[in-house]
T-cell receptor, first 115, second 111 residues
Framework: KAGVTQTPRYLIKTRGQQVTLSCSPI?????VSWYQQTPGQGLQFLFE???????NKGNFPGRFSGRQFSNSRSEMNVSTLELGDSALYLC??????????????FGPGTRLLVL | TQLLEQSPQFLSIQEGENLTVYCNSS?????LQWYRQEPGEGPVLLVT?????EVKKLKRLTFQFGDARKDSSLHITAAQPGDTGLYLC???????????FGAGTTVTVRA
């Protein structure tokens, strides 16, 4: 079974631009979560989608948004990029649909650099 | 403030030595997971511990969940260079849907 895939793997943007990241979960999984990982803050939860609906949300500004499609693929968008948005963005999928999904399978991440 | 505190932050040891990583919280968790992350990759799940006092073994890795389900430890016996990586603990506190991660412990095993 193919794992979680994320595209692109690397991205360079400038301040003020916007960016869209994509995540394809493991086949059959319906839950997709997004995380931001930085050296200073570690892994921080952004949001979770299940069956095209945002189910949980972390403490990030409204510039961070996402959506999930009917095939469970998910996109994350960051508008008006700031230098501090430079990070590894990780997507994780879960299969059972339980609200408090215990097992998360992570993709390789998208490394975003904002100049 | 991290909900899960990991210690130490960095650990560098010689091949063949043992090491222990700790994950502590003042909150109770329904379960805790341990992940290992290598550079340029996403975290990979090693184990999930669910029951207070539970001990799980994965080859040379031993994971323990505290009796009160507030803490966990990871012990590696006879570490090898392939054990090098960032070790992360994570869990759902009771009544919280969000998965919280510790800051991680960077383990380097020198050949």
């Amino acid at each position: 079974k193919a794992g979680v895939t994320q595209t692109p793997r690397y991205l360079i943007k400038t301040r003020g631009q916007q960016v869209t990241l994509s995540c394809s979960p493991i086949s059959g999984h319906r839950s997709v979560s997004w995380y931001q990982q930085t050296p200073g803050q570690g892994l921080q939860f952004l949001f979770e989608y299940f069956s095209e609906t945002q189910r949980n949300k972390g403490n990030f500004p409204g510039r961070f948004s996402g959506r999930q499609f009917s095939n469970s693929r998910s996109e994350m968008n960051v508008s008006t990029l700031e230098l501090g948005d430079s990070a590894l963005y990780l997507c994780a999928s879960g299969g059972s649909g339980a609200i408090r999904e215990e097992t998360q399978y992570f993709g390789p991440g998208t490394r975003l650099l904002v100049l | 403030t991290q909900l899960l505190e990991q210690s130490p932050q960095f650990l560098s040891i010689q091949e063949g030595e043992n090491l222990t990583v700790y994950c502590n919280s003042s909150s109770v968790f329904s379960s805790l997971q341990w992940y290992r992350q290598e550079p340029g990759e996403g975290p990979v799940l090693l184990v999930t511990v669910v029951t207070g006092g539970e001990v799980k073994k994965l080859k040379r890795l031993t994971f323990q969940f505290g009796d009160a389900r507030k803490d966990s430890s990871l012990h590696i016996t006879a570490a090898q260079p392939g054990d090098t990586g960032l070790y992360l603990c994570a869990g759902h506190p009771l009544n919280d849907y969000k998965l919280s991660f510790g800051a991680g412990t960077t383990v380097t095993v020198r050949a």
